[in-house]
């Protein structure tokens, strides 16, 4: 099952950059990989929020709904998309610091059906999206707040 962890650091404040990261919509602003993201639910962001990316797919595009499933102000945000080929959990947990905050991004992907047989390759392709992800994240994260 791929996996990608990284923990980067903000000079933001904290609470700011939660706000942010748990705005899903916000991913087409960080991740190059997603083409489009938008809110599919009603009100404020917390757990049950869900929403829409689009993302390229082998030569064509998909769609994932994820779901917040945890929700801790200031400090956890999971979210699970599930289709019949995948399962993708997102956890993003944040800590204070003396400069800012810490963000640690813990993304796993779980293959399902007959997807399962292309793992391996898989794995080496999520690495290398999860370090493209990782590059544009880390300048997000340190612009200025507007």
């Given amino acids: 099952m791929p996996r990608y962890v990284v923990t980067l650091s903000s000079r933001q404040p904290l609470d700011q950059v939660f706000a942010r990261m748990a705005d899903f919509t916000n991913a087409q602003d960080w991740d190059p990989g997603v083409i489009k993201s938008l809110k599919a639910s009603e009100g404020a962001v917390g757990t049950g929020s869900a929403f829409l990316l689009t993302v390229p797919a082998a030569g064509t595009y998909m769609e994932l709904k994820y779901v917040i499933t945890e929700f801790e102000p200031n400090s956890l945000v999971t979210l699970q998309a599930l289709t019949p080929r995948l399962e993708s959990l997102d956890r993003l947990s944040f800590v204070s610091t003396a400069t800012g905050c810490e963000m640690t991004y813990d993304a796993t ?38």
Avoid at 124 to 145: P, V
């Fill in 109 to 146: 992907l779980r293959f399902r059906g007959i997807a399962i047989l292309a793992t391996p390759l898989l794995a080496l392709s999520f690495r290398k999206i999860g370090d493209r992800a990782r590059d544009s994240l880390k300048r997000y994260l340190d612009a200025d707040l507007k």
